[in-house]
């Protein structure tokens, strides 16, 4: 028996036992030899490059696993979604203000276009716009660290979430290009508070870790207009689950992420620790992770499973 889901309008065509697809994918994306791992946050450097994990959570509550899913490891740009979620909250429409929700067309760390727009980032998944998300958190919340790590924990129903403090050490002494993006946002009076408060929200932020499983159940919300399969929970309006998505798929691969639609077609957030998720709507969430990054800083074995796996399923939302 297989199950029928409707995604996106279309049907999909799901085994109702997704492992042997899964391992036989895993193997394949163990021979993808491409890229290497990022160094230029010296923690994440040290991290095993054979590493390679496949999680789909679907909205029935399984979580059908392969590989080393129940490692931790850090989940770097994918908590960019976590703060946007809590800022998008806090701060209503206004947010968009400060904030664009363009493609960048430039690589994750870019300061080039900051200038040229006034300080006003592209979107809210390249590190300036991240930046930009952490100030909303430092000069909303009394305590913005706990209360992202509290929705973390809640949303996936475990409190294994925690926070590297080598990796976030390692980000507050080599960030000095988030730093310029920091200061050139304040200089023209879009940061609020405290730049170095600011900063060191992002840098922690960026080092919370997570397994495969945990992430793809503490996004499920997102491929569920807005409510936690697990709770029942409204973590956000329909409306904002769907914002959120358009801006995974526009932007949550950077510079790929027009290749990513036309070859996917998933709405996705990549990290530099090569952890990627994948949101395919009224089904569940694919989350893969791999750490050898390719020339965009996304993982070359991750985005493989998750190609894989959406052409196989028929996943695409286009
Ligand atoms: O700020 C940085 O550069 C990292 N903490 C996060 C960048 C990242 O994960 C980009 N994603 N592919």
Known sequence: MSKDVISGGQSIHAPDNLKPLLEKILQQALSVNEGKVADYIPALAEVNPEYCALTVA?????????????TPFSIQSISKIFGLMLAMERLGDPLWDRVQMEPSGQPFNSIVQLEWEKGIPRNPMINAGAILV????????????????????????SDNVCVDSRVHESEREHGSRNSALAYLMKSFGNIESDVEEVLDHYFWQ??????????????????????????????????????????????GMYD???QFAFTVGLPAKSGVGGGII??????GVI????????????????????????????????
Not at 210 to 234: H, Y
Not at 301 to 308: A, P, Q, T
């Open 206 to 251: 960026c080092a919370l870790t997570m397994t495969t499983e945990d992430l793809a159940r503490s996004l499920a919300f997102l491929a569920n207009r807005g409510v936690c399969p697990r709770t029942g929970a409204q973590i956000t309006s329909h409306r904002d689950a769907q914002r959120v998505n358009a801006l995974l798929s526009t932007s």
């Open 278 to 283: 994948a949101i395919v709507p009224d089904y």
């Open 134 to 157: 952490s100030d909303v958190l430092v000069s909303h919340y009394s305590a913005s660290k706990s209360a992202l790590l509290s929705m973390v924990r809640s949303l996936c129903g």
């Open 256 to 258: 790929q992420s027009g």
């Open 58 to 70: 679907t909205l029935d509550g399984n979580v059908t696993s392969v590989g080393d899913t129940t």
């Open 287 to 318: 989350c893969a992770w791999s750490p050898p990054l390719n020339a965009f800083g996304n993982s070359a074995r991750s985005m493989f499973m998750i190609r894989e796996l959406a052409n196989k399923l028929g996943l695409s939302v286009y």
